[in-house]
């Protein structure tokens, strides 16, 4: 997942308004979003090669999500960053503890943004930060840096987030995750993958031959706990390949 742009509003009757684009590689097989036969609490896409997930609808109102950091020098990493998700969606520890165990064992994964939470509180950890933060209301974006850094893509999708909230529907947010206007050089950010590539990561939505946007993911959860999940899939160049609507 390397977009994530969320509306954070406790006390509102839509606490929680997510719109995401997960991008990867092409060649590495996944599922789409669907009810876990293992764990039928759980809604969300699959990773088959780890066997993990990027985002995703858990019991209890549970939800998480992540995004990559971006470091082309970080070296490999023991585990999945998928599992991640995974664990926090099939397990019931409440949320503190279950930070407090990804604080513990960070180093086993390559850089991360983690996002969890559920309908009455938002938490969010960056492992290369010293800690997880509880969020306040508001607009965020997350993507391949920091909450809210300044990249691009991220200050227009969360603009384009703002102007759908008074009446947020799955199709205003799948629209807004469809952009694929890349940004200007002089915009680019450098995190050491070249000029080339930071201009084809730079689009809210990303289209290639063998990486681009494989899922975009539009959520509104209701304030009695209930929620509405919409996903569409892409392949190379940004074909479309189908919709997914869950209710819960």
Same mark, same amino acid.
Request: some cysteine; proline content about 8%; overall charge negative.
């Given at each position: ?9 406790? *006390? ?36 088959? #090669? ?14 998480? $999500?992540? %995004? =990559?950091?971006? =470091? ?6 023991? !585990?999945?960053?998928?599992?991640? +998700?995974? &664990? ?29 939470? =559920? ?17 306040? @209301? *508001?607009?965020? *974006? ?10 691009? !893509?991220?200050?227009?999708? !969360? ?12 199709? $205003? ?8 206007? %890349? $940004? ?6 450098? %995190? ?15 289209? @290639? ?8 993911? $539009? ?23 189908? #919709? +997914?609507?869950? &209710?819960?």
């Amino acid at each position: 997942m390397c977009l994530i742009v969320f509306a954070w509003r406790p *006390g509102h009757a839509q606490p929680l308004i997510v719109a995401a684009n997960r991008d990867e590689f092409y060649a590495r097989p996944s599922l789409p979003l669907a009810k876990w036969p293992e764990a039928p609490q759980v809604y969300a896409g699959r990773d088959l #090669e780890a066997g993990g997930t990027w985002l995703g609808i858990g019991a209890d109102g549970r939800f998480a $999500a992540l %995004t =990559n950091i971006r =470091n082309p020098h970080q070296p490999p990493a023991r !585990k999945s960053r998928g599992e991640l +998700v995974a &664990r926090f969606l099939t397990g019931n520890l409440p949320i503190a503890e279950y930070l407090a165990d990804v604080v513990d064992r960070s180093l086993e994964y390559a850089g991360f943004n983690l996002l969890i939470g =559920n309908r009455h509180e938002l938490w969010h950890y960056n492992a290369r930060e010293p800690g997880p933060v509880k969020l306040q @209301s *508001g607009i965020h *974006g997350l993507s391949n840096a920091g909450l809210d850094t300044p990249w691009p !893509k991220v200050l227009k999708a !969360k603009a384009a987030l703002s102007e759908v909230l008074a009446d947020p529907q799955p199709q $205003a947010l799948l629209a807004l995750l469809g952009d694929p206007q %890349t $940004a200007s050089f002089a915009d680019l950010p450098d %995190t050491g993958v070249g000029l080339a590539t930071e201009s084809l990561l730079s689009s809210v939505f990303i289209a @290639s031959p063998m990486y681009g946007t494989r899922a975009s993911t $539009a959520l509104i959860v209701q304030a009695d706990g209930t929620r509405l999940m919409v996903e569409r899939s892409f392949g190379p160049y940004g074909g479309h390949l189908g #919709e +997914v609507e869950v &209710r819960d």
